[in-house]
């Protein structure tokens, strides 16, 4: 079964770049699931509700004067699978059509099944470093996690709040969470409990994290899977988007 969902997972991303390379923008958005959002350190987060609105915004003539011929993965790799969700890192690079890299961008893909389709929900964009080393990104990253953790196992919601970058997603299976201001998060019921903490793609700006969680509550304890999306903006370090699976069940996010 997991080698199956790996081959799932593996094949939207690959339908995703396929069909950006095909310049359609309907063919495209029919490998994205909706509502849609892509978080990331740079410009506006803007939420597609569906398709006709997310190829309203697609814009191939823009790319295309960069000098751009065609994409390619640099690599991808499947992180955590469930039946309902399936989390993908990968790093697709532009090329002009002297076959020179132009463009570089690592991203986490949130890929769910909706209606019996798969599609990707959600892209966490993470800026290309280069040659730059990333070591204190990473630190405090690490660190800010930990510190929410240890503030939403006491409940403390203006401590968790202010660890946010707004607008902050929660990526579920065919629906978003979006909150737009620190008085209204709830921080995770039950407590969380940091079984492993590694980073997937870390940049200048921002970074890519996997976790392995236990989520514990009066039900007992729940092993989760997890990908979190941490940006800084307006030089405020904070978790922008997370998204949260189960790797047993695969049902609830």
Same mark, same amino acid.
């Given at each position: 079964m997991?080698d199956d969902l790996?081959?799932?997972g593996?094949?939207?991303?690959? #339908?995703?770049?396929?069909t950006?390379?095909s310049r359609?923008a309907?063919a495209?958005? %029919? =490998?994205?699931? +909706?509502p849609?959002?892509?978080p990331g350190p740079f410009?506006a987060i803007v939420?597609?509700?569906?398709?006709?609105e997310y190829v =309203?915004?697609v814009? +191939?003539?823009r790319v295309?004067?960069?000098?751009? @011929? !065609?994409s390619?993965?640099?690599?991808?790799?499947?992180?955590?699978?469930s039946? %309902?969700k399936i989390h993908?890192v990968?790093q697709w690079?532009?090329?002009?059509?002297?076959?020179?890299k132009?463009?570089?961008?690592?991203v986490?893909y *949130?890929?769910t099944r909706?209606?019996?389709g798969?599609? *990707?929900?959600?892209?966490?964009?993470a800026?290309?470093p280069g040659?730059?080393?990333t070591?204190?990104? /990473?630190?405090?990253?690490?660190?800010? *996690?930990?510190?929410?953790?240890t503030?939403?196992?006491?409940?403390?919601?203006?401590a968790?709040?202010e660890?946010l970058?707004?607008? !902050? +997603?929660g990526?579920?299976?065919g =629906?978003?969470?979006?909150?737009? /201001? %620190?008085a209204a998060?709830?921080p995770?019921a039950?407590r969380i409990?940091?079984?492993?903490?590694?980073?997937?793609?870390s940049?200048?700006?921002?970074?890519?994290? %996997?976790?392995?969680i236990?989520?514990?509550?009066?039900?007992?304890? #729940?092993?989760m899977?997890?990908?979190v999306n941490v940006?800084? #903006? @307006?030089? !405020?370090?904070?978790?922008?988007?997370?998204s949260?699976?189960?790797p047993?069940?695969? /049902?609830q996010?």
């Amino acid at each position: 079964m997991t080698d199956d969902l790996e081959k799932i997972g593996l094949a939207a991303v690959d #339908r995703f770049i396929e069909t950006w390379n095909s310049r359609d923008a309907e063919a495209w958005a %029919a =490998s994205l699931n +909706f509502p849609h959002v892509r978080p990331g350190p740079f410009g506006a987060i803007v939420v597609a509700k569906d398709a006709a609105e997310y190829v =309203s915004r697609v814009d +191939f003539d823009r790319v295309v004067a960069t000098g751009w @011929d !065609h994409s390619e993965w640099d690599y991808r790799q499947v992180v955590h699978t469930s039946i %309902a969700k399936i989390h993908v890192v990968g790093q697709w690079s532009r090329y002009n059509k002297a076959g020179e890299k132009i463009l570089t961008n690592p991203v986490t893909y *949130i890929v769910t099944r909706v209606d019996g389709g798969w599609g *990707i929900q959600s892209r966490f964009s993470a800026d290309d470093p280069g040659e730059e080393d990333t070591t204190s990104m /990473e630190s405090r990253v690490f660190k800010l *996690i930990e510190t929410f953790v240890t503030h939403s196992n006491t409940s403390n919601q203006a401590a968790c709040a202010e660890l946010l970058n707004y607008p !902050h +997603f929660g990526i579920g299976t065919g =629906s978003l969470t979006e909150t737009n /201001e %620190a008085a209204a998060f709830s921080p995770p019921a039950g407590r969380i409990a940091i079984d492993s903490l590694m980073s997937l793609q870390s940049g200048r700006k921002s970074m890519n994290a %996997a976790m392995d969680i236990t989520l514990s509550n009066d039900a007992g304890d #729940r092993p989760m899977r997890a990908v979190v999306n941490v940006t800084e #903006r @307006d030089e !405020h370090l904070g978790i922008q988007a997370w998204s949260l699976l189960d790797p047993n069940a695969g /049902e609830q996010e």
